[in-house]
């Protein structure tokens, strides 16, 4: 499988050596990657980025004993790649490289926030006219990407 790095690959974005000021980390989920994937098939690739994962990934876990932390397992992050890349085959979008060993990155125009950009992001998966299959979605978000950059 091809590297972010490796300019064949529809990932091929550039490797940061940190998250710089302004960037936000993409959710990682497959609607997160699915925006990173409009933006990168409207030819808004210089928005996105990713730094390589040096810590090992923590997650939470709820039982009776309440919340806490454990660190994923190697299996663990295999059904995170393997659920997100399916969600990205659903819609049409390319599946992402070595997902777990990378924070993606999205850099929002200038005019919006990490956050504000997130919320009208997010805006497009909730419009009931569209549903909410990856497949109506895709379209609808690369629309959006158009729209505002």
Known sequence: ???????????AVRELPHR??????VPEN??????AASLIAEGHGDHVAC????EPRIGEIEDAAGKRPFT???????????SINEYLADAGAPEVPDIVAYDWLIHPPPYLSIQAFWEQANAQFWDP????HPSTLY?????WVRAGF
Do not use: K, Y
Not at 20 to 25: C, F, Q, R, S
Not at 51 to 54: A, E, G, I, K, V
């Open 129 to 132: 006219a569209v549903g909410n």
């Open 30 to 35: 497959g609607w997160g990657l699915l925006v």
């Open 72 to 82: 994923l397992t190697a299996e663990d992050e295999a059904i995170i790649t393997e």
């Open 51 to 54: 730094t390589r994962r040096l």
């Open 1 to 11: 499988m091809s590297t972010p790095g490796d300019a064949s690959s529809f990932w």
């Open 139 to 143: 379209p609808v978000v690369r629309r």
């Open 20 to 25: 710089p000021e302004g960037w936000g980390l």
